[in-house]
């Protein structure tokens, strides 16, 4: 049996149950109608259960049965077990790397698939695989208060934490701390690995730390920053949606970082 992520642009294909959960279709074979420029790929599964995973991008959404509909694959997280939504993700991100890798980015032929994570360039040989984008998250801790932020790129009014991608020749503790004092002007000191999270949105690595505040005022960067402050857990704002490390990060402090701060 083969489990299908079926996608059209990012949203998924997934079946309600008769017990009202959702899964996605496990079939011998594909179980929409596919033209013939839509390619089916086999997906390594990332649990290690032998599950075979197969993946295809639809040009047009499908016809849906009663118990079948299309989710984004955000939302997807709220009603897919949480393994098959990392599976979700990590298809989404294979099928982004196909579209945007048909031609070879030194002599410009097109690129034939070689391994199932690998191609080909069909006149210089050259192979690619699909890349990550990495990106460091802070919650930065000030006594009883931590360090939320609003970005302008946030698609709502929740304030987040500081966060930014990784650049060439720099450590995750060089990038945090870059980050946090380009975005905010201020030192940090004790950097601790919390946790890293695949961010299919649309090929990204998340890896959390927690961080002391050190010294300095508080200036945010106004092209990154619109909003920001320090807050206490009596007094928060909205806070990021549970699927992101973001939302792990400041639920970790609620539950352990606040009494470790008081004992201070």
């Not at 033209?35 to 849906?64: A, C, F, M, Y």
């Not at 009014?157 to 991608?165: E, I, K, Q, R, T």
């Amino acid at each position: 049996m083969t489990h299908w992520y079926v996608f059209c642009k990012t949203d998924l294909l997934i079946e309600r149950q008769t017990d009202g959960t959702f899964t996605v279709p496990s079939a011998d074979e594909v179980p929409v109608e596919l033209k013939p420029w839509e390619h089916v790929h086999q997906v390594t599964p990332n649990d290690g259960d032998g599950t075979v995973v197969k993946t295809v991008l639809l040009s047009q959404p499908p016809r849906l049965s009663e118990t079948q509909e299309m989710c984004p694959l955000r939302k997807s997280y709220y009603k897919l077990p949480y393994q098959l939504y990392l599976k979700a993700g990590k298809c989404q991100e294979i099928l982004y790397w196909d579209c945007n890798t048909k031609f070879c980015g030194v002599c410009g032929a097109p690129m034939k698939l070689h391994t199932a994570i690998s191609k080909r360039c069909t006149q210089c040989d050259k192979e690619v695989w699909p890349q990550l984008a990495i990106a460091v998250i802070v919650l930065i801790r000030r006594g009883n208060e931590v360090l939320l932020v609003h970005a302008h790129n946030f698609r709502s009014d929740f304030y987040g934490l500081v966060a930014g991608f990784v650049e060439t020749g720099e450590t995750l503790e060089e990038a945090v701390k870059r980050e946090v004092m380009e975005e905010t002007s201020i030192s940090i000191k004790n950097i601790r690995y919390f946790a890293s999270q695949p961010w299919p949105y649309p090929s990204g690595l998340m890896v959390g730390f927690h961080a002391d505040y050190e010294a300095g005022t508080l200036h945010l960067q106004k092209s990154e920053l619109s909003r920001g402050g320090w807050f206490s857990s009596e007094h928060l704002p909205q806070i990021p949606e549970k699927l992101s490390i973001a939302r792990m990060l400041i639920d970790d402090w609620l539950k352990n970082g606040i009494s470790s701060a008081n004992d201070e």
